[in-house]
């Protein structure tokens, strides 16, 4: 009987329940609560669920995730893999042609980008180090791989904020940017309907890769693995002559990765580094950042219809970089001014600039922090 005893007794103390604390049961409930938007309210289910899951697994104590594959994962974060490797399965997806026939477009998706300055500067009053306001600001950015991927260099201790915030703010896109995008635009400015397209060759599409990728890597070095493997993926697409590195790229690899890359980041919200006021401080920077995102296109959207007469200043507020979704409420916003109105290609332009533009920013706030010794 006394061996069964001791048997229970170390059962017991060698299990979690004995240091299970509140903080661990809010952040298993804050799982439970992601769980639930994922998968029945459909809030970016394939990366929100994961880290949904991510984040009730860190918060079980005793878990031993400090060796197996949950270290990998953890590596594949911390030494800066998944990220690209998603960039490649984006760029793989990505049609640059829209953004080849408008050049100007490109224009609209860096002026999206004011957001990220704007939360970076509202950090840096809130008291965080400037490495951390940097990696806090990309999240205006509305680019989640480009959030861990700065946050893994610059603030790891806030990754699972800084991630939480950006695939939720983008997970909102349908219901955030509409008002703004009224707000910023009478009926008569949404209702115009913008020119077709120029076609654009094959030649372009397989050129604009390789010197989009050689130019702005000279210029930004620190963004090379991001921007090359986005690039990278686009190129193996528009070739015509690589389909099945294409598929793997679009399909099984990004599916994996996407895997890895959110489960990983949910691994990091632990109760520890979550439940404090830093967290409710980067969520609401992040929704200002992604509301001064988006006020920035449009707005600039209606400085170029000043200048032209015929851009639709809708199309702006896809500059953020949540690449279709942003596109697409600017069609569902301009078909409802005006239902023979059909923006979404011409936004797809600014969208997938987006993209480049959170690139470049976070490369730019890289190489900033180096030269002044912050990094």
Known sequence: MSDFIVAVTSV???SGIIVFSIGNAIMIFVGILLLYLAFVKEFEPLLLGPIAFGCILANLPKNGFEEGVF???HAGIQFEIFPPLIFMGVGAMTDFGPLIANPKTLLL???AQIGVFVALGGAMFLGFTAPQAAAIGIIGGADG??????ASKLAPELLGAIAVAAYSYMSLVPLIQPPIMKLFTTKKDRQIVMEQLRHVSHFEKVVFPIASTIFISLLLPSITALLGMLMFGNLIN???VTHRLSDTAQNALMNTVTIFLALGTGCTMSAESFLNVQTLEIIG?????FIAGTAGGVIFGKIMLMVDG???PLIGSAGVSAVPMAARVSQV???KANPANFLLMHAMGPNVAGVIGTAVAAGTMLAMLSATGAH
């Open 109 to 111: 998706g860096a002026a």
């Open 285 to 289: 920077l992040g929704l200002v950042a």
């Open 333 to 335: 916003v301009g078909s």
């Open 145 to 150: 791989p480009t959030s861990i991927y700065l």
């Open 238 to 240: 528009e070739s015509g």
């Open 71 to 73: 270290a990998l994962i």
């Open 12 to 14: 017991w103390h060698d």
């Open 310 to 312: 015929k851009t639709n």
